[in-house]
């Protein structure tokens, strides 16, 4: 199995701010996603981390809002840009192989 | 495209009593699929999963699953309940591109 770590695991923003989450996987993963869980519901894929090459982003998100870097096997991080209110969310990170994927404890962001 | 469905967004049984999670799949080949935990303020652990081979598939913490491909299903269940078991529970399908599309959950509470 694998272990994934999140940085921040919380954090209050501001709005008009960004906040950089980072994701630690403790082995060479496969492949590696992010995704939000908003209150109350379920999980909603935001992209999918490629290494080496620009992020594959889901219908209704996009890189200028959710940049996100792959520089390696075992890292990424997700951007939240220019944040308002209806970004305060859970932020997970997942990475695995084919048959398994593992999550992250998730970043719990809030937006005043 | 590939959907999951989770009937009941909340089910309450007695400690000791049977759990049934129902989850549904719509896909023209079987994909694989996964049941995740969600313990409040924490982040998704794998419960179980189905790739191929047998049907019923065994988890952790006493939970097991059963593929039916004549009802598109992947039911969820636990002979008897236990006070550690309250929690959100995930059903999931892996799609193409292997990331995972998630079902809306089922939040499982256990009566004393």
């Known amino acids: 199995s694998a272990v994934i770590s999140q940085k921040p695991s919380r954090d209050i923003c501001q709005r008009g701010t960004s906040l950089t989450i980072q994701c630690q996987v403790d082995s060479q993963v496969t492949m590696m996603f992010w995704y939000r869980q908003q209150p109350g519901q379920s999980l909603t894929l935001i992209a999918t981390?490629?290494?080496?090459?620009?992020?594959?982003?889901e219908s209704g998100f996009v890189i200028d809002k959710f940049p996100i870097s792959r520089p390696n096997l075992t890292f990424s991080t997700l951007t939240v840009s220019n944040m308002s209110p209806e970004d305060s969310s859970i932020y997970l990170c997942?990475?695995?192989?084919?048959?398994?994927?593992?999550f992250g404890s998730g970043t719990q962001l809030s937006v005043l | 495209a590939q959907s999951v469905t989770q009937l009941g967004s909340h089910v309450s049984v007695s400690e000791g009593a049977l759990v049934l999670l129902r989850c549904n799949y719509s896909s023209s080949v079987p994909p694989y699929l996964f049941w995740y935990v969600q313990y409040p303020n924490q982040g998704l652990q794998l419960l179980l999963k189905y790739t191929t081979g047998a049907t019923l598939v065994k988890g952790i913490n006493g939970f097991e699953a059963e593929f039916k491909k004549s009802e598109t299903s992947f039911h969820l269940t636990k002979p008897s309940a236990h006070m550690s078991d309250a929690a959100e529970y995930f059903c999931a399908a892996r799609r193409a591109g292997n990331m995972l599309t998630f079902g809306g959950g089922t939040r499982l509470m256990v009566k004393p």
């Open positions: 981390a490629n290494q080496g090459s620009e992020a594959t982003y």
């Open positions: 997942s990475g695995g192989d084919m048959e398994k994927l593992f």
